[in-house]
């Protein structure tokens, strides 16, 4: 029952690499400003922030709650009396951490959306002073060194945040949703790469099959051109016949490698069949050279005179 039990966990784990996904949104706010006073004018307002990621909404009824991937609630700070603020350099917005990093199950849609709220810290009552938002249409990167930051600006009537994002899947998920999950594998259980922008599994050499499990016979698909085959996980081996040599037993040996010709003569091999022919040396002849000419065979000396053989 245990080991049943070890099966479907390791079953259903597998699912959920499938069936869900992962990847970062990750916001860094550089600069915000606004014409707010208070006081009859005498003193800036004291701005505390709310922000709020989530698929795009309805502009006439923007939420800081109601977010499909995070919200940050109220910051537990505030600014005081001031109406710029230069954030680029600041690790925490009134308790917000900056770069404000999100990990979402998933990207629901191609369109995220930041949602900002605004408030004026008071002692009773923290008075609304704009909600507003800016939708963000920016590259999934397949991983956080290959994501580039993308910079934004968002305004309205005197209120402007400015902030930088990127979104990138997480280590082993892809597609612009980051819910495609591949591990490459090389074992038992597959052998596989993955496909960068889509996550699909590419089968390594000598493979096939769903999960690349499968070991391709070489052999079916006439991989040896003439000589006999063996079929080996990953890989095949041709027992080439004579003449023949090469992976695929496709190259004609080179007849001339033994070195046939003898007593200096120069072997020539044939392009297209196993076959050579030497040039033999003055002194020597027949098919390897071995058999000593003799000039005098033929009778050239006239009128009685004696012939010896002699080559220089």
Request: hydrophobic letters at 30%; aromatic letters at 12%; charged letters at 15%.
């Amino acid at each position: 029952m245990q080991m049943l039990w070890l099966a479907f966990c390791l079953v259903f784990s597998g699912f959920l690499h499938i069936a869900s996904g992962t990847g970062q949104i990750v916001v860094h706010f550089l600069y915000y400003s606004d014409n707010c006073r208070e006081h009859l004018g005498t003193n800036f307002c004291d701005p505390m922030f709310s922000f709020c990621l989530s698929t795009p909404q309805p502009v006439n009824s923007l939420s800081v709650s109601n977010c499909n991937y995070a919200s940050t609630g109220e910051s537990t700070n505030h600014f005081h009396d001031t109406n710029t603020i230069n954030m680029e350099n600041l690790s925490s917005i009134a308790g917000h951490a900056n770069p404000w990093k999100v990990q979402v199950q998933a990207f629901l849609r191609p369109l995220v959306m930041l949602v900002i709220m605004v408030r004026d810290a008071d002692i009773f009552v923290h008075d609304h002073m704009q909600t507003w938002a800016k939708i963000i249409n920016a590259v999934k990167w397949p991983s956080e060194e290959q994501s580039v930051w993308e910079e934004y600006t968002m305004s309205q009537n005197s209120y402007t945040m400015r902030f930088k994002v990127r979104m990138y899947c997480d280590p082993y998920y892809f597609t612009q949703r980051c819910d495609k999950y591949c591990k490459a594998e090389d074992s038992s259980n597959g052998h596989y790469i993955c496909e960068p922008n889509t996550g699909n599994k590419m089968c390594l050499s000598g493979w096939q099959g769903l999960d690349c499990t499968e070991d391709v016979d070489e052999c079916a698909l006439g991989s040896c051109d003439r000589g006999d085959c063996t079929n080996l996980p990953e890989r095949y081996n041709c027992s080439c016949s004579a003449n023949y040599t090469g992976t695929n037993c496709s190259v004609l040996a080179n007849p001339c490698r033994s070195d046939p010709c003898q007593n200096g003569g120069a072997c020539f091999a044939h392009s297209y069949e196993y076959l050579y022919v030497c040039n033999c040396t003055e002194e020597w002849e027949g098919d390897v050279c071995n058999i000593k000419k003799n000039s005098c065979q033929s009778h050239p000396c006239l009128n009685n005179g004696s012939c010896a053989n002699r080559f220089n």
